[in-house]
């Protein structure tokens, strides 16, 4: 049996992308999110620990908190299971979210702008149906 390989229009290969090795590294960017939300955050680190550890059930200590925050620990990599946890307790905007998908065709919206997308969304539907509407008129001749 030969295996099925067509590609997800999403899907890249190596060979055919038009992106520069490496310019998808978000690390520094994270790291930096990552600083500001630990700075704004209304928790001192022990406590921001102890509830990333209450919400995620994993041991979070101060330590990886500041592992995690340091450009020089290289081989301390923040996960992104983690992030929800941490924009809760942190109380992030979405900065780090949007550190960590900056240069895909993704994007990270608030609460408060939830509704105006909705509303957009709403609006391109009743567009399109309005010119269906036309038409399907002309076609009726009416």
Same mark, same amino acid.
């Given at each position: 049996m030969s295996k099925n390989h067509s590609r997800n229009a999403r899907q890249i290969s190596?060979? *055919? &992308?038009?992106r520069l090795a490496g310019t998808l590294n978000r690390k520094e960017a994270v790291c930096e999110a990552l600083v500001r939300a630990f700075e704004e955050c209304?928790?001192?680190r *022990?406590?921001?620990a102890e509830e990333l550890t209450r919400l995620t059930g994993d041991q979070i200590s101060v330590h990886h908190i500041n592992n995690w925050c340091s450009q020089s620990k290289?081989?301390?990599r923040?996960?992104?299971e983690y992030l929800a946890a941490v924009i809760e307790v942190t109380g992030d905007d979405g900065a780090l979210a949007r550190a960590a998908l900056e240069g895909i065709p993704? &994007?990270?919206i608030g609460e408060d702008d939830?509704?105006?997308l909705e509303l957009g969304r709403m609006w391109v539907e009743e567009k399109a149906r309005?010119?269906?509407k036309r038409r399907l008129m002309e076609e009726m001749g009416a």
């Open positions: 190596l060979f *055919d &992308s038009h209304p928790l001192p *022990d406590k921001a290289g081989q301390w923040f996960p992104l993704l &994007s990270v939830a509704p105006l309005a010119k269906r």
